[in-house]
């Protein structure tokens, strides 16, 4: 499976997981599913922190469920070189104007934005 794939099979899994509270992982997800699904999991509130500290006038549970976590997904990728920063932008906004709206894709490129600039200071 593609990168691209494996972020929307994580996509899929977290957002029934933030939904359900269940984690539903396909048996036959590949290794970078599992490991992306597993570490956003395991990071979820220091991840929503990060996402409120970037988000002008936003908490990440004000968030809707598909744009907090591909912002979870995004800058756990970012933080642990998982994925090229511009590569992690470029695939969450996708996925987010995909799955959820235009405008949605424009948050999303806001706040990964700034969560690129803190990290390259």
Do not use: C, H
Request: aromatic residues 4%; without cysteine; negative net charge.
């Amino acid at each position: 499976m593609s990168r691209r794939g494996a972020r929307r099979s994580a996509l899929f899994a977290l957002y029934k997981w933030d939904l359900t509270g269940k984690l539903e992982l396909d048996p036959a997800a590949d290794e970078y599913t599992r490991r992306t699904v597993e570490a956003v999991q395991a990071r979820s509130s220091e991840l929503d922190e990060r996402i409120t500290a970037s988000a002008e006038g936003w908490t990440a549970n004000r968030l809707g469920v598909v744009e907090r976590n591909v912002l979870r997904i995004a800058i756990e990728e970012i933080e642990t070189g998982a994925a090229p920063v511009e590569v992690a932008i470029d695939e969450a906004v996708t996925l987010a104007k995909r799955y959820a709206s235009e405008d949605a894709g424009k948050l999303v490129n806001g706040i990964l934005g700034r969560v690129a600039r803190e990290e390259a200071a």
